[in-house]
Structures are given as C-alpha cells and as structure tokens.
C-alpha cells in the first residue's frame, strides 16, 4: 500500500490525469490502510485537528481522527460563547457584579472521547475579541446595561479563567495540556493592538492582565499561548513580536501558535521561515495550530497544486521539529471546513484522503 501511495504522488507532482487515474484503480482506502499522522510524525511533532461538535457524534469521522490525529482542539465549544452561562451570570449579578457562571456541558463530548482514548486536549479559547458574549462586559449581564468599570471586568475575567481551570481540572485532570489565552489581539493593518469591547473596558493591557491570571490558576504542567492569524506578514508580524517581548518580561507565557490558514500563492516560504525565526528568536516554541490551505475548486490541478503546496510547508515544519510542540489542521474533511468551499483540508467529503495527505505522508521520514 505504502508503494502505491509513493507512485500515486510521484503521479501527481508529473502527470496529473495519470495520478488519478491510479487513484481511482487503487480503490477506496480503508480504516487501516492508511499511513498514520502521528505516527509518522511522532518523532517530529504531535499532529492533531479542530473538531466540532457535530463530528463528535459521527462515527466514521471519529473513527478516522483517531487513526491518523493524537491531539484535538475544541473548534467552538470551548470559546467563552459556549462557556459563559449568561442567565445563570445575570442572577448572580444581582449581588455581586463580578460573578461568573460557566458551563462546559458543549466541550464534555470531545472531552469524554479525549479521556477514552488517551487523546491530548488544546484548549481554544479563553479570550478573544470575537464568539464572546457583548453582555459579558455589561453591568447585570444585561444588553441595556452600561459597560462595566474595568476594575469589575478584571474581576470578572479573573473569575471566568479561574471557573475555567478548576472545572476542567476537576473533572478532566491532565486531559488539556495547552490554552490558548489570548487570541487574534494585534490588528492586520498598523500591527497595533486591535480594538474590541477588551480595549474598551480594560485597555490595552488586557492581554497582560489575562496572562497573569491564567497563570495563577493553570496547573503547572499546561502550557499557556498567545495565537495569531498572518504571523508570516508585516506590519502584523512586529506587532506579534512587540507583544510577545511584553509577555516574555513577565514570564507569563509558554509559547505562539501560528495559525497558517493560508492561500496557495502567499505567504511565500521565506515569509514562513522568517516569522518563525523571529519568534524563535525570543524563546518561545511554537504551535501550528489552525493549518489549511484554501483552493478555488476541487479540480484535479488544484488539488495536485494544493498537494505540492501543502509539501512545501511540511518540510519546513520538520526541519523545525526542535521547535513545535504540535501540528494542527483546522478540521479534518473539506466539507466540515469553515472554508468548505475551498477545500482547504487533507481529507474528502467521504472520509478519503486527498493528494495533500499523499504529499506529507511520502516526505522522507
């Protein structure tokens, strides 16, 4: 099988319609059949996936995310939309502003299947500017409501992440190994701190703030990361570094996860390897951990293209293997992809591998 895989690539970077032709001979691969991820990997990097709730409850999808994946990422259920209890917050605002209730019933699925199985757990996320609730930064957990003082949002946010921990600790200890605290907060344009409803009502150090309590409360052995979208890119890119300099001072932050949702043409390689020396640079290990690369159809040359594509990066990624803590696609199958109309993944709607698996799998190990 290993054989037909190499030809079926080989086929593929040359003679395009002859590549899938030989795929469709091969027949449809089987649960067993296939080269494992991280196993492949394993002595690189760990390689999981974001999966959603929805593909918790299908079979087939799990069965093929514990074949090839050991480590999984919450795609929505553990962003503070799905965690805050609003009505519950509200009622216990009447006495005191900066209560917090939470529920993570929406992330107990993934978290069950996680424990059964002994797959390790990223947590996405604690803060963000988007997929949290408005009424969080309001008095009373109401949308009339005037914006809190910043002293009552420290202290909410101080209550949100300590819930956070102690109810994940408690009922999944050792199962999340990693967080994402802070995500998405430098702007594309100037490379400045993005303003949001955080901004507003705490300033821009709210990341800082945000830092300090996760550590207070994040058991010793999970590492904490600031995630980011277009690392590879300027002014953004200085805009990252400054704040990771910040962070660095307090000591405050494990490592930088590096999104990678990326076009076919940009960024180039160099842009790549540059942002992560950078980081590098500064100490911090690095996470791939949203990847997929966006086709504009499912055509036999894009998918040929995307393959090349997603074998360029992947042989960045080893020879920087001293440098990644895990590697993440950002779901598993195109059409369960937020970009499901570019076809952005490693697998097909069937559960069947695309050329772009071919292409990382039957890299020199």
């Known amino acids: 099988m290993k054989k037909i895989m190499c030809t079926v690539l080989l086929c593929a970077l040359l003679a395009p319609s002859m590549a899938f032709a030989l795929e469709e001979a091969a027949a449809v691969f089987q649960q067993g059949t296939l080269p494992s991820l991280k196993e492949l990997y394993a002595p690189y990097f760990d390689f999981g996936s974001a999966v959603k709730l929805s593909g918790v409850r299908s079979g087939g999808l799990m069965d093929l995310f514990l074949s090839q994946f050991n480590i999984v990422t919450h795609e929505n259920e553990l ?5 805050l209890d609003v009505a519950s917050s509200r009622r216990l605002a009447q006495d005191d502003q900066t209560a917090v209730a939470i529920n993570i019933d929406k992330a107990k699925p993934l978290l069950d299947l996680a424990r059964q199985h002994g797959i390790k757990v990223h947590g996405h996320v604690l803060v963000w500017h988007s997929q949290t609730p ?16 910043r002293d009552i949002m ?7 992440i300590r819930l956070v921990f102690e109810q994940t600790g408690r009922d999944y200890p050792g199962i999340i190994v990693s967080w994402d605290v802070v995500n998405e907060a430098i702007g594309d344009a100037a490379g400045e701190m993005r303003q949001s409803l955080w901004t507003q009502v705490i300033g821009d150090d709210f990341v800082l703030e945000a830092f300090r309590i996760a550590r207070k409360y994040a058991p010793k052995d ?14 953004k890119l200085t ?7 910040k962070l660095k001072a307090e000591g405050n932050i494990d490592g930088c996860g590096f999104q990678c949702h990326y076009q076919m043409g940009t960024p ?3 842009q790549i390897k540059n942002a992560m020396d950078k980081v590098i640079a500064l100490g911090f290990p690095l996470r791939i951990s949203e990847m997929d690369i966006l086709v504009n159809d499912n ?17 960045v990624f080893r020879k920087y293997k001293d440098h990644i803590v895990a590697v993440h696609t950002w779901g598993i199958r195109d059409d369960l992809s937020w970009k499901a109309q570019h076809y952005p993944l490693l ?9 772009a698996f071919f292409a990382i799998t039957d890299l020199p190990i």
């Open 347 to 355: 697998f097909d709607k069937n559960n069947q591998p695309k050329p």
């Open 79 to 83: 962003k503070p939309e799905a965690v």
């Open 154 to 160: 420290l202290a909410r946010l101080d209550n949100y």
């Open 239 to 245: 805009g990252i570094l400054r704040l990771l300099e």
């Open 268 to 270: 180039s390689i160099n």
């Open 299 to 315: 055509s036999e040359n894009s998918l040929r293209r995307q393959a090349i594509r997603y074998g360029e990066i992947f042989d």
């Open 134 to 149: 408005e009424v969080f930064f309001r008095e009373g957990y109401t949308p009339s409501g005037g914006f809190v003082a």
């Open 222 to 235: 999970v590492m904490l990361y600031y995630n980011d979208y277009s690392t590879p890119y300027e002014p």
